[in-house]
C-alpha cells in the first residue's frame, strides 16, 4: 500500500473514533439514571426519587433535614448552602439549584430510615457525615443497605472518610 493512502485511512479511521466517542458521551449524559439504579428489584422497577410528590423549595439546613426525613415522597430544590448530616428517608429528590447547592456535611442513607429510591443531582458536598452512628459512614454520600440511589452532577471532596 503506498505511503499517502495509508495515511488518508488513518486519518479516516481517527475521524470515525472521534464521532463515535462523541456520540456515547452524548447518549450517556441524558436526565435518566443509568447503571444499577435502573435494575428492577425490591418492588421498584426505576429510581424515580420523589416524581410523584410535590414540589418544594428550601433554603435553610432545618427545611432540608424536615423534608427529608418526612415519609411522603417529595423534589426538594435545594438553594444556596447548607450544613449537617442529612438523613434521608425513601422517595426522595434533591436538586441544587442555580450553579450548585453546597453541603458541607453529607446525605446519609441506611435501611433504618429506609433511604431507598432517593436522587441528589447538582450538589457540591464536602466535609462528609461526622457524627455517623458508625465512623466508617463518614462520607459525602453514605449509602448503606439501601437501593435504588443515583448521584448525578456531584462534586464531592474534602471528606473524612470517603466520598461514597
Known amino acids: 500500500m503506498k505511503k499517502g493512502k495509508s495515511i488518508r485511512l488513518y486519518t479516516i479511521g481517527i475521524l470515525l473514533s472521534l464521532c463515535i466517542s462523541f456520540l456515547s458521551a452524548a447518549e450517556m449524559d441524558k436526565d435518566v439514571p443509568i447503571g444499577w439504579s435502573t435494575v428492577p428489584k425490591y418492588g421498584i422497577e426505576n429510581t424515580i426519587g420523589g416524581c410523584n410528590g410535590e414540589v418544594v423549595t428550601v433554603t435553610t439546613s432545618e427545611e432540608l433535614k424536615d423534608y427529608a426525613l418526612r415519609k411522603e415522597p417529595y423534589v426538594i430544590i435545594a438553594n444556596g448552602s447548607f450544613s449537617g448530616m442529612i438523613t434521608v428517608s425513601a422517595n426522595k429528590t434533591f436538586i441544587g439549584a442555580g450553579n450548585c447547592a453546597t453541603l458541607r456535611g453529607g446525605f446519609f442513607m441506611w435501611k433504618e430510615k429506609q433511604g431507598n429510591n432517593v436522587i441528589i ?6 466535609g462528609g457525615n461526622r457524627g455517623a452512628p458508625i465512623p466508617y459512614m463518614e462520607d459525602a454520600v453514605t449509602i448503606c443497605e439501601v437501593h435504588h ?16
Open 121 to 126: 443531582r447538582n450538589w457540591e458536598i464536602t
Open 149 to 164: 440511589v443515583w448521584v448525578d452532577h456531584c462534586n464531592l471532596h474534602s471528606c473524612h472518610d470517603g466520598l461514597v
